[in-house]
């Protein structure tokens, strides 16, 4: 029996900082202070430029997994850079259920590091709670799993930034400002312009691989006497 995740694309995220692989090994067991958590979404209706962010294609992908459609799954995989990163974590997290840990590992940190490419995009900081709520939502298996074996996990991500770097992202990087607390009060998108987009995912993919050798350098450490 495939586990559903259901995830609003729109819903208002509570606001913490997005991690990296290392950060992620000092954090993975440690319980969300974020009392908000598992609470219901703030219902969002967008205004503006907020209302221009076309999410609609991700959405129905999501409304089809969650209703059972298993099928559009390999819909997604055909034409992964149609779908902003929540579908990507989202089929992560399936994959990883149904005994397909090396490809779920795969797809949940290829969404990982576009998430966080789209969030540093941002000039509001609050849009970074979307990574952080997804890593937290949809790593809580395929993060322990793939730290306790660190030479396969810099195979996986090293394809994944490899993969990353020799494609084009067809969805909207915007969606990561519904995620924002500007939604709810502004009309105008603090953005990014788009002819600098490229240059941030050079940047954060970068950054991601960093990240990486940090979080393989601490396990290697032994543990304190």
């Not at 294609?57 to 149609?82: F, H, R, V, Y």
Request: hydrophobic residues 35%.
């Amino acid at each position: 029996m495939m586990k559903l995740y259901p995830l609003l694309l729109c819903a208002l995220l509570a606001a913490c900082s997005s991690q990296t692989p290392s950060e992620q090994t000092k954090t993975t067991s440690k319980p969300s202070s974020q009392s908000t958590t598992n609470q219901a979404p703030e219902k969002v209706t967008p205004k503006g430029e907020f209302a221009s962010i076309d999410i609609s294609k991700s959405q129905q992908a999501m409304d089809a997994i969650t209703s059972g459609n298993g099928e559009m799954i390999n819909t997604i995989l055909k034409t992964p850079n149609d779908y902003a990163p929540p579908v990507l974590y989202l089929i992560s997290a399936i994959m990883f259920d149904n005994e397909y840990q090396d490809q779920a590992t795969f797809w949940f940190y290829a969404a990982q590091l576009r998430a966080r490419s789209d969030a540093n995009k941002s000039g509001d900081e609050t849009a970074h709670a979307a990574v952080s709520q997804l890593n937290q939502r949809f790593g809580a298996k395929i993060t322990p799993y793939s730290m306790s074996n660190p030479e396969r996990l810099k195979g996986i991500v090293s394809q994944v930034l490899a993969w990353d770097a020799e494609q084009t992202r067809n969805y909207d990087a915007r969606w990561v400002a519904l995620q924002s607390k500007d939604v709810l009060t502004e009309s105008t998108i603090d953005f990014a312009p788009k002819q600098k987009w490229q240059e941030i995912d050079v940047l954060t993919r970068n950054q991601f691989r960093q990240g990486l050798e940090q979080a393989l350098t601490k396990i290697a450490q032994p543990a304190a006497g």
